[in-house]
């Protein structure tokens, strides 16, 4: 069992700037490849971005050049950077840990105001 919490959601500006925090309870991170998704009111959850566990990096159309994944094994961390922030990105974002299971975030909140 991986247990994920999520931090750094928030209110931001069009434009702003937000980082997300991912720290997973698993023993060993390094074999999990891990990911963002987000889902908006009505509609289905969507993939953001992913990070394989030897750091081979995808990410939405949506948010190419914008967004931008990393990983801390040591400190059993993912991270989502989102530059030039858009109403559109407005969500709740979930981290996902992948290995021979799914496992999801509780999510956080965020809110891009124009």
């Known amino acids: 069992q991986v247990q994920l919490v999520e931090t750094g959601g928030g209110l931001v500006q069009v434009g702003g700037s937000l980082r997300l925090s991912c720290t997973a309870s698993?023993?060993?991170?390094?074999?999990?490849?891990m990911g963002w998704y987000r889902q908006a009111p009505g509609r289905q959850r969507e993939l953001v971005a992913t990070?394989?566990?030897?750091?081979?990096?995808n990410y939405a159309d949506s948010v190419k050049g914008r967004f931008t994944i990393s990983r801390d094994n040591a400190g059993k961390t993912v991270y989502l950077h989102m530059n030039s922030l858009e109403p559109e990105d407005t969500a709740v974002y979930y981290c996902?840990?992948?290995?021979?299971?799914?496992?999801w975030g509780q999510g956080t909140q965020v809110t891009v105001s124009s």
């Open positions: 990070i394989t566990f030897n750091d081979n990096t």
């Open positions: 698993a023993t060993i991170f390094g074999v999990y490849d």
């Open positions: 996902n840990a992948r290995a021979q299971y799914d496992y």
